[in-house]
């Protein structure tokens, strides 16, 4: 699976835009980069993925570069309640019985607190 | 729409015991997924279902740990006989086979 790289934490100001950069040099061509993101004592939350192209939903952002090493989760508007634990993945995909599968492999993420 | 469900949400067990926790996806997701979450580290992919059948368990420790989606619906993931290391939180999550996962709330398992 390709790995990926997070700082272990970073703050931002409540209203400010959060900027989380992640690390994917070994990624494959055809490898999606997701994000999710768990708050304290709830489940992982789908934010964003994508394979070259930017994209954007009503969450976030994300930055892809050319060469697909890198990638930048923006959350234009942080508030309080985005203060959470924020996985990058980069998304295995595997066949069996003639279906494709992803595969998410977490690692420790990036701990974002927003302050007031 | 009714997120996937779990429980129960808390359990407390001395090491050797049993315990059982159930699952229920979301409507029409053929794919479900359980996940250890150690304390301070992210979720571990044990077991994943497409329908009733098994596609990936190759992180299930199978001498003690078992899962099963008999109807392809609801699943049960049991520890017997549980260890000290089996504290965690177990997450449910399903999925159209090759789409965003839906977690659960899980369910945090304290083993004495």
């Known amino acids: 699976d390709a790995k990926t790289t997070q700082p272990p934490s970073m703050d931002c100001a409540e209203g400010r835009a959060a900027n989380l950069p992640c690390n994917h040099s070994?990624?494959?061509?055809?490898?999606?980069v997701y994000w999710y993101r768990q708050i304290h004592s709830q489940g992982p939350q789908y934010i964003i993925h994508?394979?070259?192209n930017n994209e954007t939903n009503e969450m976030a952002s994300l930055i892809i570069t050319e060469d697909r090493k890198s990638s930048t989760l923006i959350l234009p508007h942080a508030t309080l309640r985005d203060t959470a634990v924020y996985y990058c993945?980069?998304?295995?995909?595997?066949?069996?019985?003639?279906?494709?599968?992803?595969?998410?492999?977490f690692g420790q993420g990036t701990i974002l607190t927003v302050h007031p | 729409e009714a997120g996937v469900a779990q429980s129960p949400r808390y359990k407390i067990i001395e090491k050797r015991q049993s315990v059982a926790f159930w699952c229920n996806p979301i409507?029409?997701?053929?794919?479900l997924y359980w996940y250890q979450q150690i304390l301070g580290q992210g979720p571990k992919l044990l077991i994943q279902?497409?329908?009733?059948?098994?596609?990936?368990d190759s992180q299930l420790p199978k001498d003690r740990f078992s899962a099963e989606r008999l109807k392809g619906v609801d699943s049960t993931l049991k520890i017997q006989p549980a260890k000290l290391e089996d504290s965690a939180v177990y997450l449910c999550?399903?999925?159209?086979?090759?789409?965003?996962?839906?977690f659960g709330p899980g369910t945090r398992l304290t083993v004495l």
């Open positions: 999550a399903s999925s159209f086979p090759y789409n965003e996962q839906f």
């Open positions: 070994t990624i494959s061509g055809n490898e999606y």
């Open positions: 994508g394979l070259k």
């Open positions: 993945i980069v998304r295995l995909r595997f066949n069996a019985g003639g279906t494709s599968y992803g595969k998410l492999t």
């Open positions: 409507s029409g997701h053929a794919t």
């Open positions: 279902f497409q329908n009733n059948g098994v596609v990936d």
